[in-house]
């Protein structure tokens, strides 16, 4: 019996937390700063009756992690940017084919192969639209060891729940983080399972009420068929434009009409503070301690971060613009995530930006002169 | 206690960055809170190398050192690139082959110990470095139990070499006694 309370790396907390929510398959191609969600999934999958196959590259490993997650096995493959870049075209596939899967991207510094071991939050804005055309995403971004542990939990969930992809948005700095991890087991965490449904000739007909069909696992029962191109509730491709529209339409509106189960954020002592910092995943260490300075010194100081870094919470965000005199976005990018915050904010606050594209780490005091900048 | 950020440097492949696992997951046995990292890439592989592990009763936010109370440095390089960034009362351990700069030793107390002479001739084994300097470092900042400390070296070590370990790690704690 594994001990409850280890000390582990952001990634291996990442594959415990899948294990503890199901996972029983994993396909990939290894790749820093990843490489050890491969590697622990490799030792921890046979232990528990589930595969794991280093496949010859990134696209290979996500097209047999969808093919497993279609034969009924919940998945996941994990990658960083230059991977990330790879998979793009199968996490379409996924999102039409409404294949659920949990796609792991440890950011690190880009373009191309960049800066293979610095951090970065460069894939924000590719998360979403990486893959062409128009399509649901949700993404989630952890910002410490026991976060990844319970996020990763969610992660399967969502991608079960709504039949989608889901990337898990870390980074280099919580990847490769060691901090105490409560390994909480699966019998305390609520775990969403497909259900025993069988196909009955229409395998993508969805209940009246509902915008997410029963998944029957390939493999048993009848057979139906699975593409990417938009298809009709039998499952087979159409060019009727009725039945695209109501297809992509409730692609769309399975993520849009549940944002209240989806969305996730963590916003602390803003009620009574002239600036917030804007931040998401690893580099919230950063921000939570030049608030520390800042409270030290006797400035307010708050904290907005998304948890559910897509969809963005437009609304949360709207009515933070509207407490606030001064938002300050922090990210390790050129400024991606500002550009979302500066749509909703508008003209209610100042919306402000510090981030880092060299390769190192902001820190607290970096972030604590830009609010001082602004106030 | 005060909150402790401890700097291990030297060469890869001496083992820094398993020493500052192996105290971070004997302070997390001992209920402290902490957190550990290290430099990655090509560094890590013979060049310099840097590890961080910080220790503290109280939830840890940024998880990198700013200046730390402690610098171990295993070689000359890496204390030349990292003696420059400590705070006033930071600790110096090294190893005695290293030439430290006399306002360091003037301002800082250094520890200036035989860890690699050590691990070759006493426990006979070079690879024994990191140990030894793990015993020295909590002899000399008091950080963790010993128990715990024991317990996490065990955990992280080939079967067969328990006794050389241990002993090593009392070495490092005896050296510094010693001093």
Known sequence: MAKRFQLLQGNEACVEGALAAGMKFYAGYPITPSTEIAERSAIRLPQVGGKFIQMEDEIAGIAAALGASVAGLKSMTATSGPGFSLKQENIGYACIAEIPLVVVDVQRSGPSTGLPTSPSQGDYMQAKWGTHGDHPVIAISPASVQETYNLAVRCFNLAEKYRTPVIFLMDEIIGHLREGCELIPAEELEIVNRGDHNVTGMPYAVSEGNYVPEFACFGEGEHYNVTGLFHDVDGFPTNNNEIARNAEQRLMDKIDMNLDDILDWEEVGTEDADVAILCYGGTTRAAKGAIEQAEAEGLKVGLFRPITVWPFPDKAVEELSKKVKHIVVAEHNYGQMLGEVKRVAKDNCTVDFIGKIDGTTLTPADILNKVKEVL | ?179
């Open chain 2, 1 to 179: 206690m005060k909150k402790a950020e401890l700097r291990f440097t030297g060469s890869g492949g001496q083992g820094v960055i398993l020493a500052t696992i192996i105290l971070a997951e004997a302070a997390y046995e001992d209920k402290l809170q902490t957190v550990q990292s290290q430099s990655y890439g090509p560094e890590a592989r013979g060049g310099l190398c840097k590890a961080e592990c910080i220790i503290d009763e109280k939830p840890i936010t940024y998880t990198k050192v700013g200046l730390p109370t402690l610098l171990l440095s295993l070689t000359q390089a890496s204390l030349d690139k990292y003696v420059k960034d400590l705070q006033d009362d930071a600790v110096i351990v090294v190893d005695s082959e290293i030439t430290v700069p006399e306002e360091v030793k003037a301002s800082h107390k250094v520890i200036s110990i035989p860890i690699i002479q050590s691990a070759v001739e006493v426990i006979k084994n070079p690879m024994a470095a990191n140990i030894i300097s793990l015993g020295a470092v909590n002899e000399a900042m008091k950080l963790v139990s010993q128990e715990s400390l024991e317990e996490a070296v065990l955990n992280h070590i080939p079967k067969g070499t328990e006794e050389l370990n241990i002993n090593a790690l009392h070495l490092g704690a005896q050296l510094v006694k010693e001093q």
